[in-house]
Each structure stands twice: as structure tokens, then as C-alpha cells.
């Protein structure tokens, strides 16, 4: 098993209608042992700044360390923003997603299937009136669905997650 | 190997530890005493390599002491935690320290807490925790079993089951086991648990 599978983590960031969604597992395991289900995986810069990272978590940071960040965040004009980069800093922007962790194949896979442009957190008005249900939280609801189908097949992540919209 | 596990109960934490000091195939002592009194509310659980655990904590123990008269206050248990997290980070890519430690801590302000450290730096809050290969067991009875604001006795029994469990269960298992708790009184030791007690040398 590789140092960066030795904690297990699943991250993915997600880019909506001028807004974000970054969300993470809670399981910190020691390779097979679950040590805790509440770990934050998640750090907020300030208000419209989120990095999530993902891999070795006794790493001390300034040195070359084994994680892989996850940064999102909202720009100018409120354009979001996401990439994710490797242990050496090679950077991946992406217009849609982006993944890490152990996880990160099927989150792949999921957040390709389920993903669409321009999603948004607000509650659709117009459907409301139909139907006696409304409209859940597009964005929300895709990234907490790809991430929890994804994690359910790697042991290494899982036990609930952590879902931030801005 | 050396198995040590804690939980944090009602006002309080306790933590317990296994007292083989073994080389080999050959057990040097059974009542050596690997939890340490960090200083008046701070216990700190340490087990893995003998040589880095004594040196180690024991350098933890005299900097946070250092702390104190410097700055007439003591470092809360966090503080501590995140001190001895960043020793071990510094220390990891140059001449590692192979210390797995949990640190029990009782702070006016947060109450008790309880800290799982290992030895590549990972720093973790938890309400139970354990390491070596009695964690395997005291973890699953702990799961089990625990609940928040257990009262003294609860907590002490929970304990007592595992150490029955690591005993019963474990092939090289540790006989011996010492008990310590950490309350707004402060830290000090609760007991021993010996099913083999070593011998006196006999009188001349």
C-alpha cells in the first residue's frame, strides 16, 4: 500500500451557475483501521476560499509533502474557480470537476454521469407551484450523490461526508 | 506489541497501557509504567519503539514545562497535542520518532479531551482510541459499548472488558496493565491490573 493510500480520503469539487460546491469523506483510517468518522478533510481560506486535501495526513506542509489539494473557490464577478494539483504542484484546472483521493476513479465516473452545466442552489420557484415537492438543490444534491456512490466502493473513504456550497 | 487505548468519559479521560517491556522473545519487565504525567492535567499513553518513547515524551514533558514558567500558564491540551504533532512532523523526514502516543487532557474551558497522535504526525480529537494490536479488539468493544458522559465506573468497566478481551484474545498478549484518569483534580494513576506479578529477589 502506497503512503498516500495509508488514510484514505475522497475529494471532489464541482463548478455550478456562479457558484461551488466542494465536498470530502469523514473516515481517517490507518491503512484497514478506521481510527475516526469526523474528520474534516476541508479548511476554509476566507469566505469564498476553500482547499481540501486529500492523501497523507502527518505530512508537515512546506516540505514536500504527499497530499493532493483540492482548491475552490468563487473569482470575479463571482466566475467559480476549482482545480486540484499533484504531490509536485503539476496544476489540473477544469471547467466541470475535479477529483482526489482514493477514491478518485469512481468519483471519476460518477461525477461524469451525473454532472451537468450551470446547476444552482436555489430552489426552482416555478416547480414549487406544480408540485407538492420542490426542486431539491441541484448542485448540492449531484455532488453529495457522486461522492457518497463513490466512496461506497473504496474501503479506504466513507462514512458520511462534508458538502460546502458557496 | 504493545497495546494502549483511552476514552473520554464524563468529565474526565482515562487511559490505559500495557507494562511489558519485551526484547525479543524476552520479557524484560512487566510493570513498566508507559503513561506519563505530562504535568498536572495532561496524561500522556505512549508506546512503540522503547528508546524514542522514554526520550520523546519525556522531552515533550520537560518543554511544556518550560512553557509554564516561562509564561506562568500552563498549555491546554490542545496546545500540547499540537505541539507534540509538530515534533513529530519536524522530526519524520529527517530521524523519525517511532512513538504512537494518546494524550488525555482536562482544561477548564474545553473539559476533557482526548488526543490520538502516531507516530508520522497524524493528530486527531476523538472521543476513543487505541493503538497496536489490542486496538484491534479494544476498539470494536469500545464501539460497542462507549457512549458520551460515561460516569467513572462505566468507564473503568469498559476498560476492565478490554483488557479481559486482549488478554483472552491476543497470542502474545501483555498480563499487566496500569490505569490512569485525568479530572478538573488533576492527573494521577487509578490502578494496576496484574495477573503476573514479578517475583522479589530473595534476601540473602
Not at chain 1, 512546506?62 to 496544476?91: N, Q, R, W, Y
Not at chain 2, 502516543?101 to 497522535?117: P, Q, R, T, V
Not at chain 2, 479488539?137 to 457512549?147: E, K, P, Q, V
Request: hydrophobic share 45%; proline share 3%.
Amino acid at each position: 500500500m502506497s503512503i498516500t493510500e495509508y488514510n484514505g480520503s475522497a475529494l471532489v469539487a464541482m463548478v455550478g451557475k456562479n457558484c461551488f460546491a466542494i465536498a470530502s469523506d469523514r473516515r481517517l483510517g490507518v491503512q484497514l483501521q478506521t481510527v475516526a468518522t469526523d474528520f474534516k478533510r476541508i479548511s476554509q481560506v476566507h469566505d469564498r476560499l476553500f482547499i481540501g486535501l486529500s492523501g497523507i495526513r502527518g505530512s508537515c506542509f512546506g516540505t514536500s509533502c504527499t497530499s493532493f489539494p483540492v482548491i475552490a473557490g468563487l473569482g470575479d464577478e463571482d466566475k467559480p474557480f476549482i482545480c486540484t494539483m499533484d504531490s509536485i504542484g503539476a496544476k489540473e484546472l477544469a471547467k466541470d470537476f475535479v477529483v482526489a483521493g482514493t477514491a478518485s476513479e469512481s468519483l471519476y465516473g460518477a461525477c461524469e454521469a451525473m454532472f451537468k452545466p450551470d446547476m444552482v442552489t436555489e430552489r426552482s420557484p416555478i416547480s414549487c407551484t406544480l408540485l407538492s415537492l420542490c426542486e431539491p438543490e441541484e448542485l448540492f444534491e449531484t455532488v453529495s450523490q457522486a461522492l457518497l456512490s463513490s466512496v461506497d466502493r473504496d474501503c479506504l473513504s466513507g462514512w458520511g461526508g462534508h458538502v460546502f456550497v458557496v | 506489541m504493545e497495546s494502549i487505548f483511552g476514552l473520554v468519559g464524563d468529565g474526565f479521560a482515562v487511559v490505559a497501557a500495557d507494562t511489558s517491556a519485551v526484547h525479543s522473545i524476552l520479557v524484560h519487565k512487566s510493570n513498566e509504567d508507559k503513561i506519563m504525567v505530562l504535568d498536572s492535567h495532561k496524561l500522556v499513553a505512549a508506546s512503540g519503539e522503547p528508546g524514542d518513547r522514554v526520550q520523546f515524551t519525556e522531552y515533550i514533558q520537560k518543554n511544556v514545562a518550560l512553557y509554564q514558567f516561562r509564561n506562568g500558564i500552563p498549555l491546554t491540551t490542545a496546545a500540547a497535542a499540537n505541539f507534540t504533532r509538530g515534533e513529530l512532523a519536524t522530526a519524520l523526514r529527517k530521524n523519525p520518532y517511532m512513538v504512537n502516543i494518546l494524550m488525555a487532557g482536562f482544561d477548564k474551558e474545553a473539559g476533557a479531551s482526548l488526543y490520538y497522535i502516531d507516530y508520522i504526525a497524524t493528530l486527531h480529537k476523538v472521543e476513543k482510541g487505541a493503538f497496536g494490536y489490542g486496538s484491534y479488539f479494544a476498539l470494536s468493544l469500545m464501539d460497542r459499548h462507549y457512549h458520551s458522559g460515561m460516569s467513572v465506573e462505566e468507564a473503568i468497566d469498559l476498560v476492565d472488558k478490554c483488557i479481559i478481551e486482549i488478554r483472552s484474545r491476543l497470542v502474545v498478549a501483555p498480563p499487566n496493565f496500569v490505569i490512569k484518569i485525568v479530572d478538573k483534580d488533576g492527573a494521577r494513576g487509578y490502578a494496576w491490573r496484574e495477573s503476573i506479578r514479578d517475583a522479589g529477589v530473595a534476601a540473602a
